[in-house]
């Protein structure tokens, strides 16, 4: 299958690669890109461990062709921070224990991020529909959503 040119930005980074047309997002990022913060947990748009910042937008990049992306700016889990600065999400996850095994925080994390820039004071419903997309196969919801409402207080939606 003939391969094509495309450009985007990757946490903040531009990047020009070749990309076969069927090839995912994810996995441009992971195994062309070396960002292997984004997890696969299942392939099929169910888990959202995938999850990363298109133009803003939280989207399962397991869902989303790599071509798709040409000249969009995505953001992964390696982008949240600023510099060893962590982002109020990341932050609020670790001090509320909202995680265990890990494998789903990137994508929560991120879709939390993305909910807070839409939506900086959201109540435990709003939280819960936003991220009701992500999968926690350890049941850890509910310190992942005490997690949130912390960065909201902390104001993690002005970043
Ligand atoms: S790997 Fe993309 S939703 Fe599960
Ligand atoms: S912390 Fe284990 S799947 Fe979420």
Known sequence: MSSRQITLTVNGALH???????????????????????NVGCDTSS???CTVLVDGDAVKSCTI?????????????????DG???H????????????????????????????????????????RHALEGNLCRCTGYQPIVAAVRAAASAGGGAR
Do not use: K, W
């Open 16 to 38: 020009t690669v070749e990309v076969e047309p069927r090839q995912l997002l994810v996995y441009l990022l992971r195994e062309e890109l070396g960002l292997t913060g984004t």
């Open 47 to 49: 888990c959202g461990a």
């Open 65 to 81: 062709l790599a071509v798709a992306a040409d000249g969009s700016a995505v953001t992964t889990i390696e982008g949240i921070a």
């Open 84 to 86: 060893d600065e962590l």
């Open 88 to 127: 109020p999400v990341q932050q609020a996850f670790r001090e509320q224990h909202a995680l265990q095994c890990g494998y789903c925080t990137p994508g929560f994390v991120v879709a939390a991020v993305a909910l807070l820039r839409e939506n900086a004071d959201p109540s435990e419903q709003e939280i």
